[in-house]
């Protein structure tokens, strides 16, 4: 419609940029900040990883996630809440510095965590980093805490369609590639002398790491799951390709 002597105004069009201007206008499209108005940090942490949404008129600005590692994952519910919101606050540092703004988390106790006393090693390396900004914490229950707690668990549940469904597809193309067919009857008779590999249920693993099929449509979903979309956020190589590995 851009182009010399092509643009026309038509019902079709009309509808699509109505549905655009719909689109643009609602989440979960990011908003762009507004520093004369209060910020909202929702912070969530779950057995594996962090999850953190600023937001502002129930409008998100900003959200970012992080696997917590096999140490901090060993740690408290109170030690890794009090991590995301450390984690957080680093994150988001140009937004909120000079700010007022919430921070809304599901751990009750972190309420009073200003006039609490210093008792473990954690608060007394992290509370430091609190000075400076002006914020206050609010309790938020965990099924109300929704958008960062999605977030925190985005490595764990990283598939559009339930868990039996997508193995089961992993399965049944596996006995159709050809190269890995010879693998999984070696299997099947233990008669392979590669003991890196392993059969269950169907699905072939190496080294503990399942074998995807050379199938199109199941590499494609793949990278648009850990990638492009919501939960993949557009990491970049580096990352999609730890995500697909791990």
């Known amino acids: 419609m851009l182009e010399k002597d092509s643009f026309q105004w038509t019902n079709i069009t009309n509808v699509a940029f109505i549905q655009l201007k719909e689109v643009m ?53 109170y030690v890794r809440e009090f991590y995301a919101i450390t984690k957080a606050l680093a994150k988001f540092r140009h937004y909120l510095l000079g700010n007022k703004f919430v921070i809304k988390t599901d751990q009750k106790s972190l309420k009073e965590i200003l006039e609490q006393n210093l008792h473990t090693l954690e608060q007394q ?74 059969l269950k249920n169907g699905v072939l693993f190496w080294k503990h790491r399942m074998l995807i099929p050379n199938n199109y449509d199941l590499v494609t979903q793949i990278l648009e799951e850990l990638h492009c979309s919501k939960i993949g956020g557009h990491a970049g190589c580096t990352k999609t390709t730890t995500r697909i590995c791990s």
């Open 25 to 77: 206008t609602k989440a979960p499209v990011l908003a762009i900040p507004n520093f004369k108005e209060p910020f909202l940090l929702e912070t969530d942490a779950s057995g594996s990883g962090i999850g953190v949404v600023l937001s502002q008129g129930k409008h998100p600005i900003a959200c970012f996630s992080k696997k917590l590692t096999p140490r901090m994952q060993k740690q408290s519910t």
């Open 125 to 198: 390396q992290c509370l430091p980093k609190f000075l400076g900004y002006d914020f206050t914490i609010q309790y938020k229950p965990g099924k109300e805490n929704i958008p960062a707690d999605g977030l925190s668990r985005s490595l764990m549940v990283a598939w559009s369609q339930p868990n039996c469904q997508w193995i089961a597809n992993v399965a049944a193309l596996t006995e159709q590639d050809p190269e890995l067919l010879p693998i999984v009857q070696q299997c099947m008779t233990h008669k392979s002398s590669r003991t890196d590999y392993a």
